[in-house]
């Protein structure tokens, strides 16, 4: 890891990574698109989408 890099660990409620998946959605559907904002941004939306939707799936699960 360099310099530039940082990881970073974070706690959140069940109703943050509920609305944050919300958030990135919402963001995915009224992404302005390239050149406008970065092409490499839309993929790291998908990223960031399918990560948080782990943590939904698996809060589910927890409370079942």
Do not use: T
């Not at 919300?22 to 790291?44: L, M, Y």
């Not at 960031?48 to 589910?60: A, G, P, T």
Request: aromatic letters at 16%; glycine letters at 2%.
């Amino acid at each position: 890891m360099n310099e530039e890099e940082f990881d970073y660990q974070v706690c959140f409620r069940s109703e943050d990574i509920h609305l944050l998946y919300h958030c990135i959605c919402k963001r995915i559907e009224n992404w302005e698109g390239s050149p406008a904002r970065p092409a490499h941004e839309q993929e790291h939306l998908w990223y960031l989408r399918d990560s948080f939707y782990r943590m939904v799936l698996e809060d589910r699960f927890e409370k079942s």
